[in-house]
């Protein structure tokens, strides 16, 4: 059986390595594999770093579309994927998450009517505004496995029509709709004793376990409307000086350049000046999971990162008006505090005093993408 896989953002490429483990543990001579990356992300730190890192097969086929705008971009990844799908007439194809690699994919098989898996459907937000809502929406409703991460994940796709009592064979008009837990939550168990001994990159930064904050940012509304992209530095600055601890943050190439174009050239200079902010390029996977388990609390508007912060029973601020990952702040172990000034110094100040200590897993038991695997494979 032949699976095409479409990746292309940084989370994308990280979710696929447990697929790609699972097919090489579980059904090496059954399945082949086909990997197609779009180009969405490129950078070495944002793409290659995590083949290496996290044993992925190479892709077969790089389509190289690069940054654009959103039609732009989209565009050339579905004409691209069309193509790979007339050559290889895979059986399926696997799509993962909100990006629009995760959309290009979708179009792309849905008109040719090869059958399309959706790793980490039924996540919705309730923001149109969203890039990532829209192209989550669009996806889940051309599927025919759809796999929903958590429990709310599931009854978000039951109230938009989806049926939990759908028989197999599965189709699109028949889709199948199952909650096996989630992909990187497999990931992080995984790796999580491989980037444990990854000690030195604390070195190098000159950070102490249980010491120091994480924070990363990129989702367009706080990188690209200059009002919210302060106050988030301007946070970041208020804790690292008042509490007088030291702050690490990865920082997306997206955040990067319009750091450069947006802040106030005072405010940027105070904040590189700053010797408790440490702005660094982004860090591997590995390194990015020894950060979390070592950080003190965690600051952020990233889906993945959230999770993360989780799964390694790490408070977190999340920079966002809402969240698709609802559980954690139910558990109390995160608070949204928007790009809210005030909001994000109270958080700070109520998990100085009230420590997350254990939170109960809500996302399966590690074995997400066994499960996946078998499901499709059974009825495809
Ligand atoms: C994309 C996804 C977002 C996901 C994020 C993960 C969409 C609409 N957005 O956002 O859902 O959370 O990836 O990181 O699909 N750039 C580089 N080098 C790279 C990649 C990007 O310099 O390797 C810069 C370019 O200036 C580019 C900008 O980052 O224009 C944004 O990249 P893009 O892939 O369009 O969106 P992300 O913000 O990364
Ligand atoms: N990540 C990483 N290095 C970094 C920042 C993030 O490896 O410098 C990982 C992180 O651990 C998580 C994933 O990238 O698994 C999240 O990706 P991102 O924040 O780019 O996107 P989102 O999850 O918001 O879509």
């Not at 429990?151 to 008009?173: H, I, K, S, W």
């Not at 989630?182 to 491989?194: G, I, R």
């Not at 390029?281 to 990233?302: G, H, N, R, Y």
Request: aromatic share 8%.
């Amino acid at each position: 059986l032949k699976l095409l896989t479409i990746i292309g953002a940084r989370p994308q490429i990280i979710k696929s390595a447990a697929i790609s483990r699972a097919i090489k543990t579980k059904y090496p001579t059954l399945v082949q594999e086909v990997i197609v990356h779009t180009g969405q992300h490129y950078d070495r730190e944002m793409s290659d770093v995590f083949f290496e890192e996290l044993q992925i097969p190479r892709p077969n086929y790089n389509l190289h579309v690069g940054s654009g705008k959103h039609g732009e971009q989209t565009a050339k990844m579905i004409t691209g994927i069309e193509a790979v799908i007339e050559t290889e007439k895979p059986d399926c194809l696997i799509i993962y998450g909100d990006t629009n690699s995760t959309l290009a994919g979708a179009i792309a098989a849905a008109k040719v009517h090869t059958p399309i898996v959706h790793i980490e459907a039924g996540l919705r937000s309730f923001n149109k505004r969203m890039p990532e809502e829209i192209n989550r929406i669009l996806s889940d409703h051309v599927s025919t496995y759809l796999f929903p991460p958590t429990q709310t994940g599931f009854d978000n796709l039951l109230r938009e029509g989806f049926r939990a009592d759908n028989a197999p064979p599965y189709t699109v008009d028949n889709p199948g709709v199952f909650n096996v837990g989630d992909v990187m939550y497999d990931n992080s168990l995984y790796f999580s004793e491989l980037a444990a001994g990854r000690t030195d990159l604390l070195e190098r930064l000159e950070l102490k376990p249980g010491q120091f904050l994480l924070a990363t940012l990129h989702r367009d509304t706080n990188t690209d409307e200059v009002d919210r992209l302060t106050t988030i530095f301007e946070a970041f600055q208020a804790i690292t000086t008042s509490y007088g601890i030291k702050l690490v943050m990865p920082v997306h190439p997206r955040t990067v350049k319009q750091m450069n174009a947006l802040l106030d050239a005072r405010l940027f200079q105070t904040v590189q000046n700053n010797p408790n902010i440490l702005l660094v390029p982004p860090v591997s996977f590995l390194e990015m999971t020894l950060l979390e388990q070592q950080a003190k609390l965690i600051m952020t508007d990233s889906g993945g990162v959230q999770k993360e912060a989780f799964f390694f029973e790490k408070p977190c601020i999340i920079l966002r008006p809402e969240t698709e990952w609802v559980e954690i702040i139910e558990s109390g172990a995160a608070v949204l505090c928007d790009a809210t000034y005030n909001r994000i110094m109270e958080a700070y100040a109520h998990f100085e005093h009230f420590p997350i200590r254990s939170v109960t897993p809500i996302y399966g038991d590690g074995n997400a993408a066994e499960r996946i695997l078998k499901i499709v494979l059974a009825s495809l």
